[in-house]
T-cell receptor
Framework: GENVEQHPSTLSVQEGDSAVIKCTYS??????FPWYKQELGKRPQLIID?????GEKKDQRIAVTLNKTAKHFSLHITETQPEDSAVYFC????????????FGKGTRLHILP | SAVISQKPSRDICQRGTSLTIQCQVD?????MFWYRQQPGQSLTLIAT?????????ESGFVIDKFPISRPNLTFSTLTVSNMSPEDSSIYLC???????????FGEGSRLTVL
């Protein structure tokens, strides 16, 4: 089965600086690479995803980059703001929508004032 | 998108009792996934519920402890049986969008076992 590792487990950055979280996976057949954000007391929600036919995707202050050869993808948040404080999870998987989905252990991001 | 109604949102239960969590989806889906999230931890997949067949359980989870029903394509229940304090956790149901692959979650059920 898929082995997913996420680093770092905790990250503190000054407001306005950038944050990068990395996800490494083992299943070479994975072709869908999402990042979920979970704010305190709330359910996880998708913030950005990428498919294996592209190397980078950007949506305003957040971006995801993919290196399929090395089997890792990263979440980039620029110009961080207090509302970016949350736990972020990666959940790479194969494209079949019925495949089970395994989450990384999460990264707790703290934005310091 | 998919809208999932999950209940109860929270409950406090006595040791040895059982509690059933319900999830209703606003569209028909093939698979529903049940996760557990212990305090400060990631989401751990308990089982995958497929309509018309037995649920598929992950390592460490068994049907006797977490029986699942999936009577139709929009509804599922998870029962936490013979509860102990170690079962105190948040339980979430989820479905995958057939169009985007995005995973949608219910609001979660926060169980506290005394």
């Amino acid at each position: 089965g898929e082995n997913v590792e996420q680093h770092p487990s905790t990250l503190s950055v000054q407001e306005g600086d950038s944050a990068v979280i990395k996800c490494t996976y083992s299943d070479s057949a994975s072709n869908y690479f999402p990042w979920y954000k979970q704010e305190l007391g709330k359910r996880p929600q998708l913030i950005i995803d990428i498919r294996s036919n592209v190397g980078e995707k950007k949506d305003q202050r957040i971006a995801v980059t993919l290196n399929k050869t090395a089997k890792h993808f990263s979440l980039h948040i620029t110009e961080t703001q207090p509302e970016d404080s949350a736990v972020y999870f990666c959940a790479p998987r194969r494209g079949n929508r019925d495949d089970k989905i395994i989450f990384g252990k999460g990264t707790r991001l703290h934005i310091l004032p | 998108s998919a809208v999932i109604s999950q209940k109860p949102s929270r409950d406090i239960c006595q040791r040895g009792t059982s509690l059933t969590i319900q999830c209703q989806v606003d569209s028909q889906v093939t698979m529903m996934f049940w996760y557990r999230q212990q305090p400060g931890q990631s989401l751990t997949l308990i089982a995958t519920a497929n309509q018309g067949s037995e649920a598929t359980y992950e390592s460490g989870f068994v049907i006797d402890k977490f029986p699942i029903s999936r009577p139709n394509l929009t509804f599922s229940t998870l029962t936490v049986s013979n509860m102990s304090p170690e079962d105190s956790s948040i339980y979430l149901c989820s479905v995958v969008s057939g169009y985007t692959g995005e995973l949608f979650f219910g609001e979660g059920s926060r169980l506290t076992v005394l």
